[in-house]
């Protein structure tokens, strides 16, 4: 039954028919603040489900606000961990949810952020270890962010240790991957190679040109990719609703970039 209900709460976060995805973290809050898109984040829902996102990431205490009820049918990425950047150590997650009672407050998945190749790595594989058997025991899918971070990554966006952070979500039990994009789609095309569940790309730093959001989004899909988990390139976008639908052309129907920024 278990194996049943991951099914289902994965249909709810994916293209059923593409079985790609787009999704919009906006996490953002406990790491940076409340910055300029999620500040509300009942409209910020609405606009990325207006341009037909498949789901959202959120902390917990954010669970309702906009949120079916009245609000926006999305999916819903409930995220486990945390740290601020106020931190001594900010790369160092820790786990703020549990399994169950993101079970609990309705969610479809859940997510954990682990960050390698510094001195809290152990404790945080640990922690993605206890967090993938919960998720197993409840049939709730489990979306890893895997990202090399810390004093020994030379360069965090390497397409050898990207498809190392990538192989680590896939053996520890993540339904879906997360990771930084290489650069092209010959180098991506590694990443994805060596993992055997979806992966997605994050959207990085706010980035000044639209055309270089969605050459990195075609860039991924081309390379085998199964969509996206872009968020400040999406909510704090001047019209969030058509960027989701721009990107989710690509993802999902699998538009070029120049139809895609025609429809921006």
């Known amino acids: 039954m278990t194996l049943l209900g991951k099914q289902i709460r994965l249909e709810r976060i994916m293209n059923r028919n593409t079985g790609k995805t787009v999704i919009v973290p906006m996490d953002h809050g406990i790491s940076v603040g409340p910055i ?14 207006k341009g037909g996102a498949n789901a959202i990431v959120e902390h917990k205490g954010l669970v309702g606000d906009g949120h079916r009820g009245k609000g926006s049918d999305i999916g819903l990425i409930i995220h486990l961990s945390a740290s601020t950047n106020l931190a001594v150590y900010p790369h160092a997650k820790t786990l703020v949810c549990s399994v169950e009672e993101a ?16 001195g809290e790595e152990g404790r945080m594989l640990h922690d993605f270890g206890k967090v ?63 993992c055997n ?41 001047k019209n969030p609703a058509m960027m989701v639908q721009a990107i989710s052309a690509i993802v999902n ?11 921006l």
């Open 36 to 49: 300029d898109g999620v500040i509300n984040i009942k409209d910020a829902i609405r606009k990325v489900s």
């Open 132 to 194: 993938s058997y919960e998720a197993r025991n409840w049939g709730m899918p489990l979306l890893a962010m895997i990202y090399p971070r810390g004093e020994k990554i030379e360069n965090e966006y390497g397409v050898d240790v990207i498809k190392h952070a990538a192989r680590v979500g896939d053996e520890l039990g993540a339904d879906i991957v997360k990771v930084s994009y290489t650069g092209t789609p010959e180098s991506f095309r590694e990443v994805v190679d060596g």
């Open 103 to 118: 079970v609990k407050l309705g969610a479809d998945a859940v997510s954990i952020h682990v960050n390698l190749g510094n």
């Open 197 to 237: 569940v979806p992966v997605v790309i994050a959207g990085g730093e706010k980035m000044d040109s639209d055309r270089g959001i969605l050459e990195m989004v075609k860039g991924s899909i081309d390379a085998g990719g199964s969509g996206v988990s872009i968020g400040r390139n999406v909510f704090q976008h």
């Open 253 to 263: 129907d699998g538009s070029t970039v120049a139809d895609a920024l025609n429809l």
